[in-house]
């Protein structure tokens, strides 16, 4: 089974749960979830999970809890689905 990390920029407390493209080299994802206990990373998981058609069980944060900048797992994917659903990151940092 194909395990692919991505790297992740969220933005909690946003006005809706949304992937919002690339940002640099990460995924930029919004969730409404606060960033307290949790939540925010748990809607990340959902968000994420649900654009790649996967289970929220599949998708899960090994690095960054408490941090925007997170790196998440996502078991079941390769890197060309995540390519296919999300299109190509960014060369450059901005």
Do not use: Y
Request: some cysteine; charged content about 25%.
């Amino acid at each position: 089974m194909p395990l692919t990390r991505i790297g992740v920029h969220v933005t909690p407390k946003s006005g809706r749960d949304q992937i919002a493209g690339w940002r640099g080299s990460e995924l930029s994802v919004r969730v409404a979830a606060p960033p307290e206990g949790g939540k925010a990373n748990s809607a990340v998981c959902v968000v994420v999970a649900k654009a790649l058609g996967v289970p929220k069980s599949s998708v899960r944060v090994v690095r960054g809890e408490t941090s925007r900048h997170k790196l998440i797992e996502v078991a079941g994917v390769s890197a060309q689905d995540v390519r296919a659903a999300f299109g190509h990151p960014d060369s450059e940092d901005s």
